[in-house]
């Protein structure tokens, strides 16, 4: 089916779905100049939900920047959501699946627009992300403000960590259906390890199987960063036909118009990368012109329109090497020449980030410039945030302006790890340059901290479960995460001495057994990934090149961009390994195996409309776990795998 | 009218409000047994509200015990209300006044059962109190979070500190009309101040003006504590009929079922004090029943029913004079036979609180017991942490059940105040008995640590300042407010200086003059309120002795109480000094002339359904104020006398 057939296919069977994530409300909320920025351009996402009158907004995590928003984000977004999305619009979707098992985690278990007490003229659909994933004692999120408001279905909240059952929403208009599955944030060396466990249960309708349109919503990294942490796409199970991929700011809708989205040939989907609509660092992929996805699926076949933000601010990210800028020999004034020679290229580019402006009355116009300035000499450094004042009320970010970096010689590249500049090494973790990298190089530095610089030995906390404290701590505010961790692993340490009823002279000596036994059993898993760490760092120091920044098309009047047509594969070409129209499927993916498994047994379930998507799961049972202590896994809420130290 | 009158009067005709104040939702929540008490109290006020099938519930203040809520508390507040006042059932209650006035602070100016959007079933009236008063740039308490999703109706918000104006919600049900003036939480001293210069502007509606029932509610210091910052009864305007006062948190619904609604003979109004529904310090006033009330408002007739709280924990509070316990002489074991002799007692109070036991299935059972032990000699005191533990499981509060105080010697209290032991007073004022009686004292105690102990001065911040910081990080968790009152005495400092265009080495010398001059402006007050804190002082603590708690009834089976028929005077009798059926009135009260005095001319709207109530305020501007600097006021939302350091 191409463009022209879809547009001529029934109205009422298809679904328009505006596709948008990581808007982070309250991103440099206390910038006098920012403040707005998240909000305004998640308004422009709202307003474009409303002008193409789509079916429902799907959203990929991180709405909000913070764990906990303050009380202005929380205000400003509660505010927006009311004023777009409730209304007297009649909503022509059906709600198939079984909202008590949809929503299984909320106090309301029922979608909003079934809710007689509300009337929804657009519904939100949104999953957790990494920035406003729950804590607290109860796990709870602030998404879960927002769904217990009623303004959004919260959907794709893990409830048992020890083990992810995947159950779709199932939404029927007209005659097309879409199984929606959704996978909120959970830390990547976890679900890799889920993944590789087996521990991953994918449920499918058992009715019409094959005739469902799969969307897949995750949250993860999505490239192989520095710690090889990152959902592979390999892991995902071959009967999704779209995955949207949340996380990863870099917008991949542009390139892939013209690419076609990416294929993933081994499992036979597409994938969408929406990326962020508020740039929250100031690094290349984020310089990208922003974009939300407007996805029509009719039966089995879809088209995306992007659709390009027109309220984001201006963003332009160079960088300068000084030593191929033809600057005279070092000497007097040689810092000067420097800021010189920089000023004018930074008000060229003031002048090229008004190529941006698009027109919106409320796109802010002030742009953001980061230039990363390479140089070889100290003479040539200088104050960056005072010449940066040079540009006061002509950027954004006059403070962060510059970034000076000693540029790197060819030859320390090949050198051992070892022999690298630490204080180099820091600069880099601290520039925040990297975007999400900022974790995965925490992490690493604070293993090599305990494990080679201090040699010291933490007796009863863990390393990993710091690390998840600090993370969580500065990059989301989350102070409750120290208390949390401590209370966690003292009480285990507490139970662990208590059970043996120590001797009070010998407690020392036990906590000190009781770490090496740890070590041995859990926290093995960080000697080995620190070793593994060292190797990817040394690989990646090696491949990790500067990209460049391709013109950007500023085709600002016609924005919105082409039509392009995607035609999933057939069933048939499909469901490799899989009995065709099985009722109550269940497919759990391994990363390693790549290919999709077990198939439930007994279920009986009839009508599509409940419970349909329940499935036996004893084609899990009978899988051997790698792990060293399978527990019997009982389906609580919220359960914590009490032998897995990295969650805590 | 009579109770036989009231029942008999038309239904249609008779308002029924559930009137409740200081639920504290989120108190003790980190506190394993105590954390759900606020929520259960609450849950309870909802379900008698659902029950008795309320026109309206109205609160009185600190609906919040955190200026920020905590995720789990917003969400289960929010929760809580969208279970209870979501619904079908119509409202038979018009709104006659003018929605953008009444609420002009809000986002969304429209009360929530005439959204189309939302099906109310229970409208829920709320002003802020102290707790969960609006902080942060934009000023916004969570209360607004509230109002935005729609679930409940925030009124009284005050949005300029400089002159605050009353303008009623205008309520029609049948034949009857409600007036309802709301006032949030303003700092006592300001608010005195307010009605000191004529700066409080009440507002009637032009029409059938002696027609309402008025009501207002308030949430402010009662009692004339230690420092005289209260609300004075004869403050207020003699036009009023009822009174609801929130802040206090001892129930005074019991004692005024008895002695009918306290009357003030000078105003000519009933005062209703609902008390909290949940005990935030374990002193006295808090260990009574707890209780909110049933109004019933027919045209100028009203009739309260007073109704038991049956889920508020068991609290008992008693004192014990060791000396006056025929505990044997002091020798061996003193402190040991002390402890015995409290276990006895206090086993006989866990006892005794058994009967504060309603059956009601969510009532908490493990008892508060807080016994205050008067000790003479050292040697009867114990480690009372250690001997709490001995009612571990048994009391709710193990760790501060009892609390060692040294006998007043008879002699002392008679002394000059510099001659008490100034342990003696920073122990009192850390036992936490005194309740809301706290942020006084540590106000005292920062004036004369300034003022006479280190003889420090304060060169840029003000003290009045420092306190409200000090008091708001303590009492509500709020950081937010030292940076803000830094940053506003900073910037005050800083504009003083660049207009003087002062020379950098005359910086020293330029502030040490913004002081002076300052401090024979505004901080004149604070001398003068040294002044008067010490004498208040010295006064109090010559008739402050420890009430004593008189038994309480335990009519559980029958615990909704009497009804009580109150008559409001006509208004004939009252409307002293007015003429009647004055259209816009305008009515001003000051705190000394205890005399309405003010009526407005020109304003000639008509109908009472909009803009009734706003009147001309030039009677305001004919004042002659005893401020220093007056500056022209414009209307603008949250306006800060710039001239005053008290609220920064």
Chains 1, 2 share one sequence.
Not at 144 to 153: K, P, R, W
Not at 219 to 235: F, P, T
């Amino acid at each position: 089916m191409d463009s022209l057939a879809i547009s001529e296919a029934p109205v009422d069977d298809i679904f328009r779905i505006l596709i948008a994530t990581d808007t982070h409300l309250g991103y440099a909320e206390d910038d006098p100049e920012r403040c707005n920025d998240s909000f305004i351009a998640f308004e422009e996402v709202l307003r474009l939900a409303r002008a193409h009158e789509v079916d429902f907004l799907l959203l990929g995590g991180d709405l909000f920047h913070e764990t906990r928003p303050s009380t202005q984000c929380m205000h400003k977004c509660l505010e927006l959501l009311r004023q777009y999305c409730l209304g007297d619009k009649p909503i022509s979707v059906e709600f198939l699946s079984d909202q008590k098992l949809n929503f299984q985690h909320a106090s309301q278990t029922i979608v909003n627009y079934y809710d007689p007490n509300l009337s929804i003229s657009i519904p939100v659909f949104s999953i957790h992300g990494n920035h406003d994933d729950p804590t607290g004692q109860k796990q709870l999120s602030c998404l879960d403000i927002l769904s217990v408001t009623g303004f959004v279905n919260y959907f794709g909240k893990w409830t048992d960590l020890t083990e992810v059952k995947i159950s779709p929403i199932l939404l029927r208009k007209g005659n097309s259906k879409i199984a929606l599955y959704g996978l909120s944030h959970i830390k990547d060396e976890r679900l890799s390890r889920l993944f590789r466990d087996g521990k991953v249960q994918w449920f499918r309708p058992d009715e019409d199987t094959e005739d469902w349109f799969n969307i897949f919503v995750c949250h993860q990294n999505r490239e192989e960063r520095g710690l090889a942490k990152y959902l592979a796409e390999e892991s995902l199970p071959a009967f999704l036909d779209l995955v949207v991929w949340g996380h990863e700011h870099e917008c991949r809708l542009e390139d892939e118009r013209r690419l076609e989205l990416k294929w993933n040939p081994t499992r036979e989907f597409y994938i969408m990368q929406p990326g962020s609509s508020v740039a929250t660092s100031l690094c290349i992929g984020e310089s990208q012109m922003k974009h939300v996805a407007l996805l029509n699926v009719c039966k089995r076949k879809f088209k995306v329109d992007t659709l390009r933000l027109k309220t984001v601010r201006p963003f332009i990210c160079e960088t300068v090497s000084l030593s191929e800028c033809n600057l005279p020999e070092l000497g007097d004034n040689t810092s000067a020449k420097v800021q010189d020679y920089l000023e004018e290229r930074i008000n060229f580019w003031i002048d090229e980030a008004k190529k941006q402006l698009t027109g919106h009355d409320k796109q802010p116009t002030l742009p953001l410039i980061r230039v990363r300035v390479e140089y070889k000499d100290e003479e040539q450094t200088f104050n960056t945030i005072r010449f940066g004042q040079r540009f006061h009320s002509r950027v954004a970010n006059p403070t962060d302006l510059v970034l000076l970096k000693r540029e790197k010689k060819a030859s320390s590249r090949k050198t051992k790890d070892n022999d690298r500049d630490e204080r180099e090494e820091l600069d880099e973790l601290l520039e925040n340059e990297s975007g999400e990298d900022w974790e995965s190089k925490m992490n690493y530095y604070m293993l090599r901290y305990f494990d080679e610089v201090s040699r010291k030995t933490l007796q009863v906390l863990s390393l990993t479960g710091m690390n998840d404290a600090v993370t969580s701590f500065v990059e989301k505010n989350d102070k409750e995460k120290f208390k949390m961790i401590l209370d966690h692993q003292m009480n285990k340490v507490c139970k662990y001495l208590c059970d043996k009823k120590i001797d009070v002279d010998r407690i020392d000596e036990e906590i000190e057994n009781y770490r090496i036994q740890r070590m041995h059993a859990g926290d093995q898993q960080e000697r080995e990934e620190l070793q593994r760490l060292k190797s990817t760092r040394e690989r990646t120091q090696k491949i990790e090149e500067p990209t460049t920044i391709e013109d950007e098309d500023t085709d600002i009047e016609n924005g919105d961009g082409d039509i392009t047509i995607i035609q999933p594969v057939q069933s048939t070409q499909r469901g490799r390994g899989r009995g065709s129209r099985a009722r109550g499927t269940t497919t759990t993916t391994r990363a390693t195996t790549s290919r999709a498994r077990g198939r439930a047994r007994g279920t009986r379930a009839g009508a599509v409309s409940a419970n349909t998507t329940r499935a036996n799961t004893s084609a899990a049972s009978s899988r051997q776990s790698s792990r060293t202590s399978q527990k019997t896994l009982t389906q609580t809420r919220l359960i914590y795998d009490e032998d897995d130290e990295d969650d805590f």
